[in-house]
């Protein structure tokens, strides 16, 4: 594995003192392409403070990277390859996928507010692709649809594209060929381009994610490309819960949290212990007078959006899409709904073929969170993650905004669960139950035929 870290001390970023110290110098030096940069891992890898050209604080991408660069004169050269991976979506669970320099989603790529950036695009597709640039204000040529701002980049070749960044903000790139099914198989990344001036909205810690749907049948590995609303993988940067990382933060923090959509349906986030304000669209930054006070964001379809909140509360706060069933893994759709359904008769009559058939579903499906059930290869369950008070019930968009007093500025690591302190925890009332308490009515069948199940 290669992380950015590794590339850099290896010095990718050679001789951009020179090139500083240089400014007269040639615009290029280099006639080479730079190095691809390659990671296999499916983990946070927190990029370091850049100490060669600008200073930014770059964005921790959940479950990804950022992409190296080098400097060519005054121009910021990176290197991106379209082709098929392997993404590890969960433990237990490999999808294969196309991406971009061995992952999908891609690297992150990022740089400053009136840098030049020089992007050689390698493809090793077996089909043509290009890359459009999701936001970024560029040359019409530049735009990336291909057969509309040049030819598609047929596999095997390599094209460049080229353009100032005007501005600062959230965007993201994609393919704008075969787009249906590029990105259906993964195909998308994150740019960020940060203020020239450091001054100008700093935050502490700067969290970014895109949103992608799958439809990958249990037991196998490739996305079904051709659906079109019923997928049951939903994602964070291809990732699934319980192994999207947490977003980890020290108390007091100013936090930004940086959300793409690329999915064919829209998904409302929703940050537990917080109010937030939105300060950024892939449009550009909001003014101050414009923000508005929120604990759900919806991202709409083919659009980003970032919003800010300062890190006062302590504890382990859950951030979700709010569709509920977009946290969930794979599951099925069209299974029948049993609540407040006798089935004694019928486990009986299976039971005589299949000894071990449980009932299901018949006072919810939260079994499923606590049942280790024998599940097809290359598959996770539906509902999983287990916190410090039991299972959590969740899967897909779903994880966990730690804040903890006293994590040093650069650490991300896992803080472990939060202990509530005394008095603070929900807790079981023991006394006596006003007679309303309990519906007797024969009529409301609310729970199966012999009362609620005892936990
Ligand atoms: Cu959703």
């Not at 692709?129 to 598609?152: E, F, N």
């Not at 935050?203 to 609303?229: C, K, N, S």
């Not at 486990?347 to 606590?370: F, L, N, S």
Request: charged residues 20%; glycine residues 10%.
């Amino acid at each position: 594995m290669i992380n950015r870290r590794q590339l850099l001390g290896a010095g990718l970023t050679a001789g951009a003192g020179a090139v500083l110290a240089n400014a007269g110098a040639a615009q290029t030096r280099f006639r080479d392409l730079p190095e691809a940069a390659f990671t296999d891992s499916p983990y946070t890898q927190v990029p370091p403070r850049p100490t060669d050209r600008f200073d930014y604080n770059p964005v921790v991408t959940l479950n990804g990277w950022s992409l190296p660069y080098r400097m060519n004169g005054d121009v910021k050269e990176f290197h991106l390859v379209a082709e098929p991976v392997e993404r590890i979506m969960a433990d237990g669970m490999i999808a294969r996928l196309w991406g971009y320099n061995g992952q999908s989603t891609g690297p992150t790529i990022e740089a400053v507010e009136g840098e030049r950036v020089r992007i050689y695009v390698t493809n090793r597709l077996p089909e043509h692709t290009s890359v459009h640039w999701h936001g970024l204000i560029l040359p019409s040529g530049m735009d990336g649809v291909g057969g509309l701002s040049h030819p598609g980049i047929p596999p095997g070749k390599t094209f460049v594209y080229e353009f100032d960044l005007v501005k600062s903000g959230t965007f993201m790139y994609h393919p704008h060929a075969d787009e249906m099914v590029q990105m259906a198989m993964g195909m998308m990344g994150l740019f960020i381009v940060h203020p020239r001036d450091p001054a100008f909205m700093p935050v502490d810690r700067d969290f970014a994610f895109l949103l992608a749907a799958y439809d990958i049948d249990p037991g196998t590995y490739i996305p079904r490309i051709m659906e079109m609303t019923d997928f049951n993988l939903w994602t964070w940067n291809s990732r699934i819960f319980p192994d999207i990382d947490p977003l980890v933060v020290n108390k007091g923090d100013r936090v930004r949290v940086r959300c793409g959509n690329l999915t064919m349906t829209n998904h409302p986030i929703h940050m537990h212990g917080y109010d937030f304000q939105v300060t950024c669209t892939d449009g550009g930054w909001v003014p101050e007078s414009a923000r508005w006070p929120e604990v759900s964001i919806d991202i709409p379809v083919g659009a980003m959006r970032a919003y800010e909140f300062d890190a006062i509360h302590e504890g382990d706060w859950a951030i979700h899409c709010h569709k509920s069933h977009h946290t969930m893994n794979a599951m099925g759709h069209d299974i029948p709904t049993f609540i407040g359904a006798n089935k004694t008769r019928v486990t009986e009559k299976i039971r005589r073929q299949q000894p071990g058939y449980m009932p299901m579903g018949t006072a919810g499906m939260a079994d499923m969170g606590e049942m280790s059930m024998e599940i097809p290869h290359n598959t996770v369950p539906m509902m999983a993650g287990w916190g410090p008070h039991g299972p959590l019930e969740m899967g897909g968009m779903f994880s966990v905004v730690k804040v903890r007093e006293g994590i040093a500025p650069d650490d991300y690591s896992d803080p472990g669960w939060y202990q509530n302190p005394p008095g603070t925890q929900a807790y079981e009332w023991t006394g006596e139950l006003p007679e309303h308490a309990s519906n007797t009515n024969p009529r409301t069948i609310l729970t199966p035929r012999g009362g609620i199940r005892q936990g």
